[in-house]
């Protein structure tokens, strides 16, 4: 078996049990492949096995504890255990079935929407053993199209390639999913991520929930639409969405049409920092959901003021006893240091808010104790005085 030796620098890694190891921790190398399955050494001992990288930062993930272990049955136990824990936590007709470290196939996603799979890794070995992976998803899930989803700025960063391409089975990589009553219209090939936002199933939910009959919405940065249609079809007479992406809007256009609501919404196409500027009109409900503003940790000072002027001019538009709904996907933003910057912003907002809504990611999207960067969501819901 071809075998990756680490440092011993790599041992308080191994021993808190992150699946990814990062190649400043190798050592050397016996017969090892980059790409390749291999057993891990760590001293004289072998930890597990895994893939051996070798690309960009990445030097081996870790697959499994045992050592001498065939890939293809390694790979498949761990989507089977995946998949029982959807059946569990996720019965739904979409859902993310794998997520990384959370099903200890470190390196890989794997979103369901209904008929449609779409697979995306970061993974040298993934990229290689992807027939592993097409084979247990056909046997199992018998989806009419498995799509590969392998467009992420990070594999561009690592040197792997970039691709959308079929991997399997046939028609459009397009799906119609179902959300509690809402159905979405899923662009797979040109959506961001891998078509949807899958993460904020539980928060669309709660705020279907939480809305009375006539509220007006503003959804801003609303992407396909999600927030602003459950907020449609649990009564709201009114949303205005903002959005810069033009495929986004198309989508969500369509998304207002096939759920009856179309006549209900206004959608600016633009920048969200300009529309608030402008805008002298106050909502019931304001969803600020923004991409990943600290896209890094050296981003922390520019990117809390960014979060910080956003929150406190979303709650200026929200009318006295409404909702504020805000969201970070940032990792680099504790929980508590959200919640502490929602505090100031409200307040430099001239509000009193009371939180009656506090979670992160839909429950498919499973984390291990130590894999805090798999926690990256956090959204509240705030009442506003
Ligand atoms: C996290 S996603 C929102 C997901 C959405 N709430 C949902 O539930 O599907 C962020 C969205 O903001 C858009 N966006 C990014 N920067 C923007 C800006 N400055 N103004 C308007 N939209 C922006 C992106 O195109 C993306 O669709």
Redesign the pocket.
């Known amino acids: 078996m071809p075998a990756v030796y680490l440092k011993e620098g790599a041992r308080r890694l191994v021993e808190a049990g992150f699946l990814t190891i990062y190649s400043k921790w190798v050592d050397y190398t016996v017969g090892a492949v980059r790409g390749g399955f291999a057993d891990i050494y760590l001293g004289d001992e072998c930890i597990g096995s895994g893939f051996y990288e070798d690309i960009g930062a990445v030097g081996v993930r870790i697959l499994s504890n045992e050592c001498g272990v065939d890939p293809r049955e390694t790979i498949h136990g761990a989507l089977d255990r995946a998949l029982r824990l959807r059946r569990l936590l996720a019965p739904w007709d979409s859902y993310r079935l794998v997520n990384a470290e959370g099903d200890f196939l470190p390196g890989l996603v794997i979103d369901v929407y209904s008929d449609v799979v779409v697979v995306q890794t970061s993974s040298l070995g993934f990229d290689r053993h992807l027939d592993i992976v097409v084979d247990w998803v056909t046997e199992h899930l018998s989806p009419r199209l498995v799509f590969l989803k392998n467009d992420q700025r990070s594999r561009r960063e690592a040197g792997l390639p970039v691709e959308r391409r079929v991997l399997k089975g046939r028609g459009p990589a397009e799906a119609r999913i179902r959300e509690g009553q809402a159905k979405f219209w899923v662009d797979v090939e040109h959506g961001?991520k891998t078509g949807?936002?899958l993460d904020?199933r539980i928060n669309?939910l709660k705020l279907g929930k939480l809305v009375w009959s006539g509220a007006s919405i503003l959804?801003l940065?609303?992407?396909?639409g999600?927030?602003a249609i459950h907020a449609l079809l649990a009564g709201a007479e009114k949303a205005v969405l903002?959005?810069?992406?033009p495929v986004?809007v198309k989508a969500a256009e369509k998304n207002l049409a096939i759920n009856g609501v179309r006549d209900k919404a206004k959608i600016v196409v633009?920048?969200?920092?300009d529309f608030l500027r402008r805008e002298l009109e106050k909502y019931d409900i304001v969803?600020a959901?923004?991409?990943a503003l600290i896209p890094g940790r050296e981003h922390r000072g520019s990117g809390i003021n960014a979060y910080r002027r956003l929150y406190e001019a979303a709650a200026r538009h929200v009318k006295p006893g409404g909702l504020l709904v805000a969201s970070s996907?940032s990792y680099f933003l504790r929980q508590d240091e959200f919640l502490q910057l929602l505090g100031r912003a409200v307040r430099s907002a001239g509000r009193e808010a009371t939180v009656i809504w506090m979670h992160g990611a839909s429950p498919d999207h499973v984390s291990r104790p130590q894999d805090d960067f798999l926690r990256y969501l956090k959204v509240v819901i705030m009442r506003l005085e």
């Open positions: 961001q949807f936002f904020q669309r959804d940065y609303s992407y396909t999600g927030f903002v959005e810069e992406s986004a633009g920048r969200v920092e969803v959901d923004p991409p996907c």
